[in-house]
């Protein structure tokens, strides 16, 4: 049976504090209103403004810098309760550039499911996960990147299977 070890995991960007809902809320009634000034000069201002709003949502979440409050689950139901990283019913505060090892040693059959996630006073939210699989078995470490593009995290996890 194969065994898979968590060895490393780096936050590469932890969640927006933007919420993607109202991120494209403000775009689509931005974008309604186009058609009412595109006979003007107005319209091309309009437009760069437009343009502009994608960075201007990620400057603020840059400005925020909330961390992430992490906990890892093997299944894909966000439950801090069912963590298996720190402990159940706890999370860890992470932030951009930050690494830690978790110390996880995760025995299974054909796969294994790693699931990061943010518990906060939005619920539960899925930062990314990643599979581990017997087939890499042997192959030394190994790094993939768990992300989600609803969320804006990326974290990279490291681990082996032996």
């Known amino acids: 049976m194969p065994t898979a070890t968590v060895q490393t995991i780096y936050c ?3 969640a927006t504090g933007t919420d993607f809902g109202v991120n494209q ?8 209103l186009t058609p009412q000034f595109s006979q003007n000069d107005f319209a091309s201002s309009l437009l760069q ?13 840059a400005a925020r810098a909330d ?12 439950d801090v309760d069912n963590a298996v990283w720190p402990s159940p019913g706890n999370t860890k505060e992470v932030n951009a550039k930050q ?4 110390g996880l040693v995760l025995p299974f059959e054909y796969s294994q499911n790693l699931s990061l996630w943010d518990s906060d006073i939005s619920g ?7 599979t581990m699989t017997a087939d890499e078995q042997g192959t030394g470490e190994i790094a993939k990147i768990a992300r989600s593009d609803i969320e804006g995290s990326a974290y990279y996890v490291i681990y082996r299977v032996d």
């Open 67 to 78: 961390p992430d409050n992490l906990y890892i689950t093997t299944d894909t139901e966000g």
């Open 12 to 14: 590469v960007q932890p």
């Open 49 to 61: 403004g437009i343009a502009s709003l994608p960075s201007v949502l990620a400057a603020i979440d």
């Open 25 to 32: 809320a403000v775009l689509d009634a931005i974008m309604s």
């Open 124 to 130: 539960e939210d899925l930062l990314g996960s990643v």
């Open 99 to 102: 690494s830690f090892e978790p």
